[in-house]
């Protein structure tokens, strides 16, 4: 009968979540951590990529036993954009990271459209102008700082936490501001976009920016090993090219990367030695990547390793008592159901194993089980059986190796062998459940936006307040102090602001926290407290740049 109770304590619907919550009944309630006065406080700010609610269902299930996320379900979170009921990762980053809605494929920047009800207008004035997230807020209040993805680390969500760009998928710039930001802690996939070469993401700019990493002090590894045995301050992990691999393929092929909850339990340790307290943003990036392709097993796959990761954050939070972590969804995806039209009339007597028995057949998800595919074919079978494709006719066997679209028809055949159902390959528009633990913690139905505003909050700053200083229109406030200005593309991949006036000429170049200063003949490069961003119109820079000019 215990278990009994506690699977249903687990499936609790988030109506009553968010009723209980609101009437400060939280889930949680009986095993939060209490606040410590005059001690640090710490933020890990957690996301699953497109994560609808029938994807931590169907993990749980699958595993078999509670999520660490279901101790701190609190609520839930509305995830439309400026412009849109259904969200980009983007502007969905924006949102979570900066407080501010934005448009599609914008990173860190204002919309210029907004057409949302109940999303408050937008100065044209003010559109694409960078906007502050809560990373480089804590790093203004002298806290260490880290991000973590199992995508490339350039990729639409930790971009958000870490950079500025009018889209998504400007990979070169991404990259130089993370560098440049100085973040502690990195770690993730995207080498590529970090060396100079002819591949898709690599740099056309001619920096070598593992390089700078190393002038800047960093431990680069590349290797789980050597990430769990750095002892440096400053860790920038790239353990791939592009992307990591799904956490069931890594354990089939036993890889050389970090799981997420190792990369998880190594930024915390390593950032909370920092006297001044720490944030941490995490990302489970392809539960997202598996729901574009509808393949269930991808999906349980990294849901199950974020899960762990929740886990390892908990465990430090419930020790320290000042920690707050938030765990969310940017925004559903695919429309997963446990049920499909198989179980029109049948599913008041389908059985868990019904669903489950299934996928378990499954090693591999349908990437890492099409990497074993021969060129010619051959291995077929085997490869389906990877996937959990069992038994099949020779005909079946036929039919897949005369697809032109093998890996959608794989996965719709374990879906309908799994009753599973998919409604889109894109993303899906529903609200999500809030997941959260700490002092401060926000409960309840609420926006994407407000989520950063809790963390800056409790973190201790003003997200307003920290774009004042660090974003100004650098041709408008230069202007204003008698400078001439003018941006200089001599170097079409490295726009630089420059600014003159008399016998002084500062000079800051796009993506970096660095200013080059020349006064009566003396040259000198001064570092600034925020990286220098350009929108393709104007430049925007820190007040500590400004104050160069006096």
């Keep these: 009968m215990k278990n009994v109770f506690r699977r249903k304590t687990a499936v609790i619907s988030m109506a009553a979540v968010v009723a209980l919550s609101t009437l400060g009944l939280g889930y949680n309630s009986m095993t939060e951590a209490k606040n410590k006065k005059n001690e640090p406080t710490n933020v890990i700010m957690m996301v699953m990529d497109g994560t609808s609610a029938g994807a931590t269902t169907l993990a749980r299930w699958y595993k078999g036993e509670n999520l660490a996320l279901d101790e701190i379900v609190v609520g839930g979170v509305r995830t439309h954009s400026a412009e849109s009921a259904i969200t980009d990762s983007a502007p969905a980053a924006t949102a979570l990271a900066t407080g501010n809605k934005s448009n599609d494929k914008i990173v860190g920047l204002l919309p210029a459209l907004v057409n949302t009800p109940g999303v408050e207008a937008v100065d044209p004035e003010d559109a694409f102008k960078p906007v502050a997230n809560v ?9 260490a700082t880290g991000i973590i993805a199992t995508s490339e680390i350039q990729h639409a969500t930790p971009a958000g936490f870490s950079s500025h760009a009018t889209h998504r998928s400007n990979y070169q710039d991404i990259a ?99 006297e001044d307290g720490f944030f941490l943003f995490v990302e489970g990036s392809k539960v997202d990547w598996a729901a574009h392709s509808n393949d269930p097993v991808g999906i ?134 809030l997941y959260a633990y700490g002092p401060s913690k926000p409960s309840g139905l609420i926006d994407n ?67 080059h200063v020349t006064k009566k003949n003396q040259s000198y490069t001064k570092t600034l407290d925020g990286v220098t961003v350009y929108n393709d119109k104007d430049f925007y820079i820190s007040e500590s740049a400004l104050d160069l000019s006096k």
């Design 300 to 433: 349980i796959s990294e849901v199950l390793a974020f899960d762990d990761a929740v886990h390892e954050a908990l465990e430090f939070a419930k020790k320290d008592g000042n920690t707050m972590v938030i765990a969310v969804s940017d925004h559903g995806n695919s429309g997963i159901t446990m049920g499909n039209l198989n179980t029109n009339s049948s599913y008041p007597a389908t059985p868990v194993s019904a669903y489950i028995d299934p996928l378990k057949k499954a090693s591999m998800t349908i990437e890492g089980a099409l990497k074993q595919l021969k060129d010619d074919l051959s291995n077929m079978k085997e490869v389906a059986e990877l996937y959990g494709l069992d038994n099949l006719t020779e005909a079946e066997i036929k039919a897949l190796k005369e697809s032109k679209s093998l890996k959608a028809d794989m996965t719709k055949m374990l879906a309908n062998r799994a009753n599973i159902g998919f409604t889109t390959g894109g993303h899906t528009g529903e609200d999500v459940f």
């Design 176 to 274: 130089e501001q993370q560098v440049y930001q100085e973040i502690d802690v990195v770690l993730g996939g995207g080498k590529e976009s970090l060396l100079p070469g002819t591949t898709k993401n690599s740099r056309v700019d001619g920096e070598d920016l593992t390089k700078v990493l190393g002038e800047k002090e960093y431990d680069f590894v590349e290797t789980r090993d050597e990430l769990l045995n750095s002892n440096s301050n400053k860790i920038w992990g790239s353990f791939a090219s592009s992307d990591l691999a799904y956490d069931f393929d890594r354990k089939a092929t036993g890889n050389h990367e970090p799981t997420l909850a190792e990369m998880t339990k190594k930024a915390i340790g390593t950032l909370s030695t920092d």
């Design 449 to 515: 936006t407000d989520i950063a505003k809790t963390m800056a909050s409790f973190l201790g700053f003003d997200l307003n307040e920290i774009t004042d200083k660090l974003f100004v229109n650098a041709r408008e406030a230069f202007e204003d102090k008698g400078y001439q200005t003018r941006i200089d593309v001599t170097d079409e991949h490295n726009p630089v602001f420059i600014a003159e006036k008399n016998n002084i000429r500062i000079e800051l170049p796009v993506n970096k926290n660095v200013a």
């Design 135 to 143: 990373l480089e807020g804590a790093k203004l209040q002298g806290k």
